[in-house]
């Protein structure tokens, strides 16, 4: 089937330390993928993406390659920001399928 | 501004009622989502909508209802067959056409439900 793990939370940082959250998946076909950021109370918001295998997806100073050779897509982000602190679901979806398949989220605390 | 919006934001019941969250887009998209989200939890898929009066039952149907007669609006009703509705209730949208590469899921602000 389809489905993504991602490393348990929280984890917690100081402010300009170096971040990764580890993200595997399982799927039947060849698929896209994502991550997501979620703040306190809001819905979840496109982080960034990639649709092949060895693209990179980047924003906001966060990266993540996406790794056919060992299913992974890990979120990595040089010197995180308290405003960093969040919830960030890896997530998955097929093509031509519409349907998405979401990690358990990790939250991130990053302190002063 | 192009988005999704979902209201209200915070809802309260008594149990034994039926409540309709509401959820708009005006992306033009054609697919939309709704999930549930419980504290610390991921996200569970509730229903999904393709297409105009066309809908799916996701992981968690059971106690909810939808309906879609209008391309930017996909209402869910929390039954009072659902036996714990309490949750963060989010909906979301992507293009969906088919033959289309894999789209981006582009969600609202959600509404907290709480069952008094």
């Known amino acids: 089937g389809n489905s993504v793990t991602q490393m348990e939370g929280p984890v917690t940082l100081s402010e300009e330390a170096f971040l990764t959250i580890n993200c595997t998946y399982t799927?039947?076909?060849?698929?896209?993928l994502f991550w997501y950021v979620q703040y306190p109370g809001e819905g979840l918001q496109l982080l960034l993406k990639?649709?092949?295998?060895?693209d990179k997806g980047s924003n906001k100073g966060f990266e993540a390659t996406y790794r056919k050779e060992t299913t992974s897509f890990h979120l990595e982000k040089g010197s995180v920001q308290v405003s960093d602190s969040a919830v960030y679901f890896c997530?998955?979806?097929?093509?031509?399928?519409?349907?998405?398949?979401f990690g358990s989220g990790t939250k991130l605390n990053v302190k002063p | 501004d192009g988005g999704i919006t979902q209201s209200p934001k915070y809802l309260f019941r008594k149990e034994g009622q039926n409540v309709t969250l509401s959820c708009e887009q005006n992306?033009?998209?054609?697919?939309m989502y709704w999930y549930r989200q419980d504290p610390g939890q991921g996200l569970r898929l509730i229903y999904y909508?393709?297409?105009?009066?066309?809908?799916q039952k996701g992981d968690i149907a059971e106690g909810y209802s939808v309906s879609r007669e209008k391309k930017e609006s996909f209402p869910l009703t929390v039954t009072s067959a659902q036996k714990n509705p309490t949750a963060f209730y989010l909906c979301?949208?992507?293009?969906?056409?088919?033959?289309?590469?894999?789209?981006?899921?582009?969600f609202g602000p959600g509404t907290r439900l709480t069952v008094l």
């Open positions: 979301a949208s992507s293009i969906g056409t088919g033959g289309q590469s894999t789209d981006t899921q582009y």
């Open positions: 799927a039947t076909g060849y698929p896209s």
């Open positions: 990639a649709t092949k295998a060895d």
């Open positions: 997530a998955l979806t097929l093509y031509n399928f519409n349907k998405f398949y």
């Open positions: 992306l033009n998209h054609d697919a």
């Open positions: 909508s393709q297409i105009v009066n066309d809908f």
